[in-house]
């Protein structure tokens, strides 16, 4: 099960999500939002990469928004029932409601469908939005 609603869609990733997660990822204020895994730039290239390791994963998804890919939402470092959180956003979609919707449905889906109990997130400073929603749905803040 997957969340959707009139606006928002979150699913697995599939062949043709490249452009718009290329086009809505590679922004400089997300990259210093994320840890150094994250590419700066975000080309093309990268969101095929991407793409092709996460198609078939339970790991990360594809964030819709009206029929583009806008972010990415799942988790990294999974062992032993506990994971660490990863959300991105394009720039244009920040403080609209659209991450804490995500991430509320992720956080059940994570808990109740992958059955990890221990859910962390590497927030930066200064994050404060990436903390509100970490505090709002009891998730560790690792820093």
């Known amino acids: 099960m997957f969340y959707e609603s009139n606006d928002l869609i979150v699913r697995p990733y599939r062949q ?3 452009g718009y997660l290329a086009f809505y990822s590679n922004n400089k204020q997300i ?3 994320m840890e150094s895994w994250f590419p700066s730039p975000f080309t ?3 969101a095929c990469v991407w793409v092709s390791d996460n198609i078939l994963s339970n790991n990360n998804f594809a964030i819709i928004y009206y029929g583009d ?6 988790l ?6 506990t994971a660490e959180f ?11 409601g659209i991450g804490t919707r995500v991430c ?3 956080i059940n889906f994570a808990k109740n469908q992958l059955k990890i109990n221990n859910i962390t997130a590497s927030i930066k400073s200064g994050n404060i939005a990436a903390e509100r929603i970490a505090n709002k749905l009891d998730i560790k803040i690792e820093k």
């Open 16 to 18: 043709g999500d490249e």
């Open 31 to 33: 990259a210093e939002q």
């Open 44 to 46: 093309y290239d990268d």
């Open 69 to 74: 890919v806008i972010g990415n939402v799942g």
């Open 76 to 81: 990294r470092n999974i062992s032993n029932n």
């Open 86 to 96: 990863v959300l991105w956003l394009g720039i244009d979609f920040w403080n609209n």
């Open 104 to 106: 509320g449905w992720f």
